[in-house]
């Protein structure tokens, strides 16, 4: 009877266990692009592009295909990304609240990438 209790909890546990995001082999080539902006009303967009060594356009940066809201779902995103990854981010609003770069900024720490602010 113990056993059959025992066996049902590991069950109930490794059910409720969510598996860590599969992380890339490797880091892109030249790095990661993140942009950020904030819509009036609306909650944070990032949009995180393969680095190049050209500069993109508006209409790049802010594509819908790219971009996620809110900074779970940014980090979702990121914590599939390559160990050693570097990230360069430019805000497109002109700001970077000092308490969202402090959350990110731990969150690349935490997962072994690279965080520079542009």
């Not at 993140?34 to 967009?45: Q, T």
Request: aromatic share 8%; proline share 7%.
């Amino acid at each position: 009877m113990k056993k059959c209790i025992l066996f049902a909890c590991l069950l109930a546990f490794i059910g409720c266990s969510t598996p860590e995001p599969q992380r890339a082999e490797k880091p892109a080539f030249k790095g990661m692009e993140l942009y950020s902006w904030k819509p009036a009303g609306k909650d944070w967009h990032f949009s995180l592009l393969p680095g190049t060594n050209r500069i993109k356009s508006p209409m790049e940066k802010t594509d819908s295909k790219d971009t996620v809201v809110g900074i779970a779902n940014l980090n979702a995103r990121r914590a599939r990304m390559a160990k050693g990854e570097q990230v360069f981010w430019r805000s497109l609003s002109g700001e970077l609240p000092p308490e969202m770069v402090e959350e990110l900024k731990d969150f690349c720490t935490k997962h072994d990438i690279t965080l520079t602010t542009i």
